[in-house]
């Protein structure tokens, strides 16, 4: 299922605590998202990644559509001890609309 960017926009707001994205992106307390669709795990050249996301990266993990649908549904359990403390998206529809929205940055 294609998301819908606009909505995504919105449903980014649950991570703008933690992550920007756009022209002037910096990392907080989340690495910047620009880029980050079919980019490989971890690899952020400035952002401290915890041991587990690091790991994940080296091991091949890439942040294709589905890898990256199903990180946002249960973080914790797709990479156990990966350092971001969200809960997850509940909504599938949320989850497709969050990572159209992400596709509109391609560029790091
Ligand atoms: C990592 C997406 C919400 C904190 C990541 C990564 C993605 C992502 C794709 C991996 C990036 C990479 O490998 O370079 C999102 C999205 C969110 C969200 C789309 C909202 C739906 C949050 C929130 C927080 C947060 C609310 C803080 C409370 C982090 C941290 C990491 C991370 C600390 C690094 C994890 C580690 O190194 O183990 N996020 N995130 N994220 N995110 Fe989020």
New binding site residues.
């Given amino acids: 299922a294609d998301g819908d960017a606009e909505e995504g926009k919105k449903?980014?707001r649950?991570?703008?605590?933690?992550?920007q994205v756009g022209e002037d992106a910096k990392n907080r307390?989340?690495?910047?998202?620009n880029g980050?669709v079919e980019?490989?795990?971890?690899?952020?050249e400035d952002?401290?990644?915890?041991d587990?996301?690091?790991e994940a990266?080296e091991e091949g993990l890439i942040?294709t559509h589905e890898n990256?649908a199903e990180?946002?549904k249960k973080?914790r359990e797709f990479?156990p001890?990966?350092?971001?403390?969200?809960a997850g998206?509940r909504k599938e529809e949320?989850v497709e609309d969050?990572?159209a929205y992400?596709e509109t940055f391609p560029d790091k």
């Fill in positions: 449903v980014f649950k991570c703008q605590a933690c992550h307390v989340g690495p910047i998202l980050v980019r490989q795990a971890g690899t952020l952002y401290k990644y915890s587990a996301m690091t990266g942040w990256l990180y946002l973080p990479i001890g990966n350092k971001m403390t969200f998206l949320e969050v990572i992400l």
